[in-house]
Antibody, heavy 119, light 108 residues
Framework: QVQLQQSGAELAKPGTSVKLSCKAS????????IYWVKQRPGQGLEWIGY????????YYSEKFKGKATFTADTSSSTAYMLLGSLTPEDSAYYFC????????????WGQGVMVTVSS | DIQMTQSPASLSASLGETVTIECRAS??????LAWYQQKPGKSPQLLIY???SLHTGVPSRFSGSGSGTQYSLKINSLQSEDVASYFC??????????FGSGTKLEIK
C-alpha cells in the first residue's frame, strides 16, 4: 500500500535551516510528483511546490522561492525539503503528498511534521 | 492566482442532519475543484475531485456539486466521525494550487 513517511518534529533557531524528509513506499517513486504543503496550527493549507523524482524537476510557489528547496533520492525513494533562513512565520506543519495521475489532487499524504522556530 | 472563498468558517449541526459547505472561486474553474476532510491532528483526506466525483472509499453521504465559480460539499445524515475541518482546493488554473480557508464542523 502507498505510504509517505515523514521525519520527526523539528525545533530550530531563527536564521538556521531544517531538512525534512518524506519516504515513499508502495509505488514507483519516480513516476509520481511529490508535493509539499504548509499549514500553520489552526489555519488553512498553503501549497509550496513540487518535485518530480523521475527527472528532478521542481516548481516553487512564488511565495516560497528562496525559502524552500526540494531534492529527491531515488535510491531510497525519499523526497526532501530544505527550509532556509527560518523565521517564526515558518513555524507550521509541513506535509508531503502524492497526486492522482489525472488531476492534481492529493490522494496520499504524509503524517505531517511540525517545525517550530524559536530562539 | 485564483482566490477561493469558503463559507461558513465554522458550523455546528446535529447528528443525522444535512450540512452544506460552499466555496466560491474568483474566476471560472471549470469543475477543477476538490474537497478534503482533516480530522484533528491528522493529515487531510481526499473526499471529492472534479467537483462531484467521490474518491475511492469515501462514504456516499458525501457529495459535491457546482459549476463555474460556485461549488458545494454536502454531508447527509451527519455522523459523529464527520467532526473535522473541510477544505476546498482548485486545480484548474495551476500552478499555483489554491485552497479555501476551511470550515470547522462540530456536532451540536
Amino acid at each position: 500500500q502507498v505510504q509517505l513517511q515523514q521525519s520527526g518534529a523539528e525545533l530550530a533557531k531563527p536564521g538556521t535551516s531544517v531538512k525534512l524528509s518524506c519516504k515513499a513506499s508502495g509505488y514507483t517513486f519516480t513516476s509520481y510528483y511529490i508535493y509539499w504543503v504548509k499549514q500553520r496550527p489552526g489555519q488553512g493549507l498553503e501549497w509550496i511546490g513540487y518535485i518530480y523524482p523521475g527527472n528532478g524537476g521542481t516548481y516553487y510557489s512564488e511565495k516560497f522561492k528562496g525559502k524552500a528547496t526540494f531534492t529527491a533520492d531515488t535510491s531510497s525513494s525519499t523526497a526532501y525539503m530544505l527550509l532556509g533562513s527560518l523565521t517564526p512565520e515558518d513555524s507550521a506543519y509541513y506535509f508531503c503528498a502524492r497526486s492522482l495521475t489525472t488531476v492534481v489532487v492529493f490522494d496520499y499524504w504524509g503524517q505531517g511534521v511540525m517545525v517550530t522556530v524559536s530562539s | 492566482d485564483i482566490q477561493m472563498t469558503q463559507s461558513p468558517a465554522s458550523l455546528s449541526a446535529s447528528l443525522g442532519e444535512t450540512v452544506t459547505i460552499e466555496c466560491r472561486a474568483s474566476e471560472d474553474i471549470y469543475n477543477g475543484l476538490a474537497w478534503y476532510q482533516q480530522k484533528p491532528g491528522k493529515s487531510p483526506q481526499l473526499l471529492i475531485y472534479n467537483a462531484n466525483s467521490l474518491h475511492t472509499g469515501v462514504p456516499s453521504r458525501f457529495s459535491g456539486s457546482g459549476s463555474g465559480t460556485q461549488y458545494s460539499l454536502k454531508i447527509n445524515s451527519l455522523q459523529s466521525e464527520d467532526v473535522a475541518s473541510y477544505f476546498c482546493q482548485q486545480y484548474y488554473n495551476y500552478p499555483p494550487l489554491t485552497f479555501g480557508s476551511g470550515t470547522k464542523l462540530e456536532i451540536k
